[in-house]
């Protein structure tokens, strides 16, 4: 016990006689390493995980703010996606999925009809395929008077489906009822052209190539 007082006597002599603006600067230090140590060790790990909870609190409020504005918004968002069927329905009767033949013919004919002009002939030809649709012409051969024709390419035009006329050709007939009548029956031929909607779009020559090169490798 005396020696180790003996030694905390001496320690604190040395001590006293060290000068004070060295005692001054050991604190300033001392401290300083103190802090960097709670800095790193502590008040760093600290900031950071508040920084990452404050950037995880941004994201949820901005994915909140979000749904609050999808829920305020749903009844627009509804009545806009019906208007957009709506549209989507009227563009199909202009450009629909299929060929739909029989129902084509009856149209053309229908038409006809209401325009007293015969119907002689209805082909339709190959469907050639473009980039999002295909076009399908078709030929078409009639007798009638000038103006009943007319009125039939008038009526076809202003059909839901889409139908450009072409072409076509007109020829007089020596009719003995058409000649009393003061009318002159004509006969003649169109080309029409009415669209198919695709829904795949088809594949470019390439394509088919490399496809048909695959298959060989089979």
Request: net charge positive.
């Amino acid at each position: 016990m005396k020696k180790i007082e003996m030694d905390f006597k001496g320690i604190s002599k040395k001590i006293a006689k060290i000068k004070r603006i060295y005692k001054l600067l050991f604190s300033i230090v001392f401290n300083l390493l103190m802090f960097a140590l709670l800095y790193f060790y502590i008040i760093s790990p600290q900031l950071e995980t508040k920084r990452q909870l404050e950037d995880e609190y941004g994201k949820v409020k901005n994915e909140l703010q979000k749904m609050v504005s999808i829920r305020n918004n749903m009844q627009k968002f509804r009545q806009e996606y019906g208007q957009l069927q709506e549209i989507l329905q009227q563009m199909l009767k202009q450009l629909p999925e299929t060929k739909d033949i029989p129902n084509l013919l009856r149209n053309v004919s229908n038409i006809g009809s209401e325009a007293r002009l015969k119907i002689t002939y209805f082909e339709p030809k190959t469907l050639q395929a473009k980039e999002f649709y295909s076009e399908l012409p078709f030929s078409i051969k009639y007798i009638g008077p000038y103006h009943h024709i007319g009125y039939f390419f008038d009526s076809v035009r202003k059909l839901e489906r889409i139908i450009n006329i072409s072409s076509f050709s007109l020829t007089s007939m020596s009719d003995s009822k058409a000649t009393q009548q003061s009318r002159m029956i004509l006969s003649g031929d169109c080309t029409a052209m009415t669209y198919v909607y695709l829904k795949e779009q088809p594949k470019l020559k390439t394509e088919q190539k490399k496809d048909e090169k695959k298959e060989e490798k089979r």
